[in-house]
């Protein structure tokens, strides 16, 4: 385990050291501005009027299906406590301010991967984009030094089951 341990940090090191940079550091720190909700927000807000009623399904959908991927999250944050990595670890710096006192899982990350599964499958056409930008708010969390890579790894697979799942409801077939 401690092998895994090293690792992790050594990993989160190394995208924290990208940081150090002017350019790199304000472009993740954008990127995860927008991942906490504000592109994410808008996004539900302007399908309906783009797409008409798939735009409203996917809208919806996203919405619904944020709710119990939010909860999850919170539980999860609770009761696994892990510290973040800037916290613990002289050679992380943190670049941005957190949203809460713990790593895991990453919610950003956990959020950004549920909203682009979702609202893929409803219009196809946004899976690339969505999941582009997903990926860069997924590696801005290591980049700012709020999360061990592991932390992103298990948030995007949360929201991965969790974006099926939902998928799979009656409500949304």
Not at 83 to 98: D, I, Y
């Amino acid at each position: 385990m401690n092998r895994w341990y090293q690792l992790d940090l050594n990993l989160c090191i190394g995208f924290n050291r990208l940081s150090a940079y002017r350019i790199p550091e304000l472009f993740f720190r954008f990127i995860s501005r927008m991942g906490n909700g504000v592109f994410w927000y808008s996004l539900i807000l302007i399908l309906p009027s783009l797409y008409g009623e798939p735009g409203w399904q996917a809208a919806l959908h996203m919405l619904l299906a944020g709710l119990p991927a939010l909860l999850v999250y919170k539980v999860l944050k609770k009761t696994t406590s892990r510290q973040r990595p800037c916290n613990l670890h002289p050679r992380v710096r943190q670049k941005t301010a957190s949203l809460d006192q713990f790593s895991f899982p990453s919610g950003h990350t956990l959020h950004a991967v549920n909203f682009t599964l979702v609202c893929s499958a409803y219009l196809p056409e946004l899976a690339a984009p969505l999941a582009s930008f997903s990926a860069l708010v997924a590696l801005s969390r290591p980049v700012l030094g709020l999360h061990y890579p592991s932390d992103v790894l298990a948030g995007a697979a949360i929201g991965t089951v969790m974006a099926l799942l939902s998928l799979e409801l009656p409500l949304f077939g």
